[in-house]
């Protein structure tokens, strides 16, 4: 039961983490949008919401509630949540970006809808992670829109 809860939270750390380095440095020069926060506050934001994504990703493994359609839906806002900060920092690819991000926006909603019909409260704790994605698309327009 441990190592399945240590590995459900280390996977996205470990690789939002990676993805997080690889980005990291391309933020100072662009400008911000009203209500950015400062850049030291992201990897804050993202640690806990990856814990609590693997938190509740891992209680429905080790509970047996762990479906193909959670499987599915789970890895694949991973994959997508993971690959946004290349488009958006790496690339460049702004608009892009931003239309990814809402298909993000989608994939974070159906999982956390996926995840309640398992388990109410390990949807709810999604919540922030659908906030804080919400807030990112607001950012993304907002840069896009400053920095063409």
Known sequence: ???TYLKSILIPVILGGLVGLITRG????????????PGFIFPIIWTILYILMGLGYGYL???NLN??????AYYTQLIV????PIIF?????????????????????????KFIKK?????L????????????????????????
Request: glycine content about 2%; aromatic content about 20%; hydrophobic content about 60%.
């Open 26 to 37: 391309n933020f100072a020069t662009l400008v911000k949008p009203s209500l950015t926060p």
């Open 81 to 84: 949540n993971l690959i946004w």
């Open 119 to 123: 388990e109410k409260w390990v949807g």
């Open 89 to 113: 920092f790496l690339f460049h690819l702004r608009l892009l970006a931003f239309i990814w991000i809402i298909i993000l926006d989608y994939l974070v909603l159906s999982m956390i809808i």
């Open 125 to 148: 704790i999604q919540i922030p992670y659908l906030v804080w994605v919400l807030f990112a698309t607001y950012l993304n327009l907002f840069f896009y829109l400053l920095n063409r």
């Open 61 to 63: 493994k080790v509970h």
């Open 67 to 72: 479906t193909l359609d959670i499987k599915k």
């Open 1 to 3: 039961m441990f190592k």
